[in-house]
């Protein structure tokens, strides 16, 4: 695992969304460009992945290839971007 550095935030890799706008300035821009207008027609879904009742209205984070959601009850999931392998997991304990 390779921490995310001040530096790293300050000027994230192209495929990386280290933030809800994805940089400082909210630029909410992706600079990756294999998709495009000649081929955006043929795009599939690759994989997907179930999600337990309750709302959810987060924004993913992706970093080095792992896709960080949070679940409803406040649990967080880290997910394989390439295939959405659970990484790993936190469920958060209430107290009762």
């Known amino acids: 695992f390779k921490p995310v550095t001040a530096e790293t935030l300050k ?8 933030m809800i706008n ?3 300035d909210q630029q ?3 600079p990756l460009n294999q998709i495009n207008k000649s081929n955006v027609k043929n795009l599939g879904l690759a ?5 337990p009742a ?3 209205e987060s924004t993913p984070l992706v970093y080095n290839g ?6 409803p009850g406040a ?5 394989d971007g390439a ?14």
Do not use: C, H
Not at 11 to 18: Q, S
Not at 47 to 51: A, I, K, N, V
Not at 75 to 79: N, S, Y
């Open 47 to 51: 994989w997907s992945r179930g999600m």
């Open 11 to 18: 000027n994230p890799a192209a495929a990386d969304w280290l």
């Open 75 to 79: 649990g967080i999931q880290a997910l």
């Open 28 to 30: 909410r821009f992706s």
């Open 22 to 24: 994805r940089t400082y």
């Open 83 to 96: 295939n959405g392998d659970l990484v790993w997991e936190y469920n958060r304990n209430y107290p009762k």
């Open 66 to 71: 792992v896709i960080y959601v949070v679940r």
């Open 54 to 56: 309750g709302t959810q």
